[in-house]
C-alpha cells in the first residue's frame, strides 16, 4: 500500500465523516441539554434522505435548475426538524423525570413506528435521489479521481461546526442553551420558559440529523435500513467525543471515518505469516474504537461525568414470596411440566412452552443486573450468542456429547461476560450501556466473519440432542429442569448477602464504598453470573431449534430481553417471567400476522412506558393491594 493511496482514502473518509458529524452532532446538541439520549435519532437523518428524494423531483419539474437539488434539502431540513418539535412535545415532555431506561426504550419504540411509516409511505425498495447541479464531476488527487459532491460534503462539517461554535457563544439562545447544559434547574428559576427552550433545542438537533440525511441524496439511495446503521456510528461518535460535546463529536467523527478509511486501504495484510483482511474491520471498526476510548477514558475524549440524576420514589424491597405466592409458583411448575402431556390434545403447546422457557432464563438473566444491580445492558444478547455458538460448534465440531456441548456452551459465554464485565463495571449510566453495545456488535462481527468456526452469515446447521434428549418431551422437560434451577439460583442470591450488596451498590455506591463493599468486585461477579445463565438459555435454544445464525447476537434480541423485562416489570422477581411469557406469546400469535410488527412492537413499548411502568407485576401487585387495603398490614405478594 502506498502512501499516496492512503492519502487519497484519508481525504475521502473526511467526507463520511461530515456526514457522521452532522447526525452525532443533533444528537449531542439534544443530550446537553434534554438529558435524553434519543435512540430515535437515526430516523430523522433516514426522513430527511426520504423527503429530499421525493421533494427534489417535483421542485425540479416546477423551477428547474439547482433550486429542485437544493430546494429538497432545505425542505426535507425544515419539515424533519417540525417533526422532532412535535416528537418533544407529544411524547418526550412526558419522559423527562423517567429513568434512562424507559427514556432509552421509549425512543427506540419511535424508531420503531417511524421505520414502518416509511415503510407504509414508500415502499421497501430503495428510492435513488438526483445528481447534485455543477457537482456530479470528479477532481483528480493524487493520481486518483475524487467525486466533486464528496469534497463538498468534506467541506460542510468544519463549516456546520463553525456555525454551531458562533450560534453557541455569540446568540441569547445559544447562551440558553449553554445554561441548560450546565444547570437545568436554575435556568427554570431564572424564570426561562423551559419547555420552549427543549422544543427548540430538539428541533435543531432533528434539524441537523434531516439536513445530514439530505445531504447524502446525491451519493446513496434512501433506505428503510439506513436509521439503525446510522444510529449506530452516530452514538459510537457522540460517545468517543464525549456526551454533549460538539467539537469532541467532529473529532470523533474524523476518528472513526479514517480508521474504516485506512482498513479499508490496508486491504489483506500479512503480519507474523497470518493473512488479515483489515477491509472486514470496517464492520466493527467503530465500536473497536469506542471500546477501546471508554476503558481508557471513561466519559469520552471531552466528555465529563453526567450530573447525578433526580432521586425518584423509592424502590419497595424484595419480599420473598407468601403462601399465596408460593402456590401460584407451584400450580405453574406443574402446568409446565405437564406440557408433554397437552402437547398428546394440542401439539404446538410444547412448542410455545419451549420458546417461553428459554425466554423467561433469558430475561431472567438480564433482570438479575438490570433490577438488583440497576445495570441496563443493551448487548445481553452477545452472551446467549456465545452460549449458542459454543453449544452448536461443541455438538457439531468437537462431536461432544449434549451434556459437554451444553457445559461448553455455558463456560464459553462464561468467558465472554467475565471478560467484557471486567471492563463495563467500571462505567455508569449510559456510558456502561453504549460499552455493553459496543462488545455485543465485536462478537456480532467475529461471528459473522469468522466462516471457518461460525459458519459466517449462514450460521451452524445440525445441532441436534443425543438420547433421551432427542424427543421433543426430552428436551423440554430437560430445558425446563435447566431453566428452574437457573431461576431458582438467582432467586437465592438476591436475598443472600451478595445480593444485598449488590443493591447497595445500585441505590448509593459511594455509601456501599463507605461500608467497605467492593462495589466493581460484586457488579463483575453479578455481570458474569447473567452472562453464563444467558449463555445456558442461547445453548438451549441452539438444541431447540437445530440451527444458530448471527441473528442471534443482534441488537435486536438484546431489545427483546429489555422489553421483557420492562413489560414483566424490572421492580419484581416475578417480572422477567411473566414479561417472557406474555412477549414470546405475542411475538408468536400477533407480529408474524402482520407486515408492520415493528409499529405494533414500538406501540406496546410506548404504551409500558407512558401507562404501565411498572409492568405486569406492577400491575396485579396494585391490584392485590387495592384488594388488600382493609388488612392492617400487607403481607407482600409474588414477587
Request: proline letters at 4%.
Amino acid at each position: 500500500m502506498s502512501l499516496d493511496s492512503l492519502l487519497f482514502q484519508a481525504v475521502n473518509g473526511l467526507a463520511s465523516a461530515s456526514g457522521l458529524f452532522l447526525v452525532a452532532a443533533g444528537l449531542s446538541v439534544i443530550f446537553g441539554v434534554t438529558r435524553i439520549v434519543n435512540m430515535a435519532h437515526g430516523s430523522f437523518y433516514m426522513l430527511g434522505l426520504y423527503i429530499a428524494v421525493t421533494l427534489a423531483p417535483l421542485l425540479d419539474e416546477r423551477f428547474g435548475g439547482a433550486a429542485g437539488f437544493w430546494g429538497g434539502i432545505a425542505g426535507a431540513t425544515l419539515a424533519v426538524a417540525l417533526l422532532g418539535a412535535a416528537v418533544e412535545r407529544v411524547l418526550l415532555r412526558r419522559l423527562y423525570n423517567a429513568p434512562e431506561l424507559y427514556q432509552l426504550l421509549a425512543t427506540f419504540a419511535l424508531l420503531l413506528i417511524i421505520n414502518d411509516a416509511a415503510l407504509f409511505l414508500w415502499g421497501p425498495e430503495d428510492i435513488l435521489g438526483p445528481r447534485a447541479p455543477g457537482l456530479s464531476g470528479s477532481v483528480e488527487l493524487l493520481g486518483r479521481r475524487l467525486p466533486q459532491y464528496d469534497v463538498f460534503l468534506a467541506l460542510i462539517g468544519p463549516v456546520v461546526l463553525v456555525g454551531l461554535h458562533l450560534l453557541l457563544t455569540r446568540t441569547r439562545f445559544g447562551r440558553l442553551i449553554r445554561a441548560a447544559t450546565q444547570d437545568r434547574e436554575m435556568v427554570a428559576a431564572l424564570g426561562i420558559n423551559e419547555a420552549l427552550l427543549f422544543t427548540a433545542v430538539f428541533a435543531l438537533g432533528a434539524g441537523i440529523a434531516g439536513f445530514g440525511g439530505a445531504l447524502q441524496m446525491a451519493r446513496e439511495p434512501a433506505s428503510l435500513s439506513l436509521d439503525l446503521s446510522v444510529l449506530g456510528e452516530a452514538f459510537v461518535v457522540v460517545v468517543v467525543g464525549g456526551m454533549g460535546s460538539i467539537k469532541g463529536a467532529y473529532l470523533a467523527a474524523v476518528l472513526v471515518a479514517e480508521v474504516k478509511a485506512l482498513c479499508t486501504a490496508l486491504g489483506v495484510i500479512e503480519i507474523a505469516g497470518y493473512t488479515f483482511n483489515m477491509s472486514r474491520l470496517t464492520l466493527v471498526a467503530e465500536f473497536l474504537v469506542m471500546a477501546v476510548v471508554l476503558v481508557l477514558r471513561p466519559h469520552g475524549l471531552f466528555g465529563r461525568a453526567l450530573p447525578a440524576t433526580k432521586a425518584g420514589e423509592a424502590e419497595p424491597p424484595l419480599l420473598p414470596l407468601d403462601r399465596r405466592g408460593r402456590a401460584l409458583v407451584l400450580a405453574t411448575i406443574l402446568l409446565f411440566a405437564a406440557m408433554p402431556l397437552i402437547g398428546m390434545l394440542f401439539r404446538y403447546a410444547p412448542v410455545l412452552a419451549l420458546d417461553m422457557v428459554i425466554a423467561a432464563l433469558f430475561a431472567a438473566s438480564l433482570h438479575f443486573i438490570m433490577g438488583p444491580g440497576g445495570m441496563a445492558s443493551f448487548g445481553h444478547a452477545a452472551y446467549f450468542g456465545l452460549g449458542a455458538y459454543g453449544t452448536a460448534f461443541a455438538a457439531t465440531q468437537l462431536g461432544l456429547s449434549t451434556p459437554l456441548a451444553f457445559a461448553t456452551g455455558i463456560g464459553t459465554a462464561a468467558a465472554g461476560a467475565a471478560l467484557f464485565g471486567w471492563f463495563c463495571v467500571r462505567l455508569e449510566g449510559v456510558y456502561f450501556t453504549m460499552l455493553t453495545l459496543a462488545f455485543a456488535q465485536i462478537v456480532w462481527s467475529i461471528v459473522y466473519q469468522w466462516e471457518d468456526v461460525t459458519g459466517g452469515s449462514n450460521g451452524l446447521f445440525g445441532v441436534w440432542p443425543d438420547w433421551p434428549f432427542d424427543s421433543r418431551a426430552g428436551l423440554y422437560l430437560a430445558a425446563l429442569a435447566v431453566a428452574l434451577g437457573g431461576l431458582a439460583l438467582l432467586r437465592r442470591i438476591v436475598f443472600a448477602p451478595f445480593g444485598l450488596a449488590l443493591r447497595a451498590g445500585r441505590d448509593s455506591r459511594l455509601r456501599a464504598e463507605a461500608s467497605g463493599i467492593a462495589v466493581a468486585r460484586v457488579r463483575w461477579l453479578a455481570f458474569a453470573l447473567a452472562g453464563t445463565l444467558c449463555g445456558a438459555a442461547g445453548g438451549l435454544f441452539a438444541f431447540a431449534k437445530g440451527s444458530i445464525s448471527p441473528e442471534a447476537i443482534s441488537v435486536g434480541r438484546s431489545i427483546d430481553g429489555l422489553v421483557m423485562v420492562l413489560l414483566g416489570g424490572v421492580q419484581s422477581l416475578m417480572g422477567p417471567l411473566l414479561g417472557a411469557g406474555a412477549f414470546t406469546l405475542l411475538q408468536d400469535t400477533v407480529m408474524r400476522e402482520t407486515d408492520y410488527w415493528r409499529a405494533l412492537l414500538g406501540l406496546v413499548i410506548l404504551m409500558l412506558v407512558l401507562l404501565f411502568p411498572f409492568g405486569i407485576a406492577g400491575g396485579l401487585r396494585r391490584v392485590a393491594g387495592l384488594r388488600d387495603m382493609a388488612r392492617p398490614r400487607r403481607t407482600g405478594g409474588a414477587r
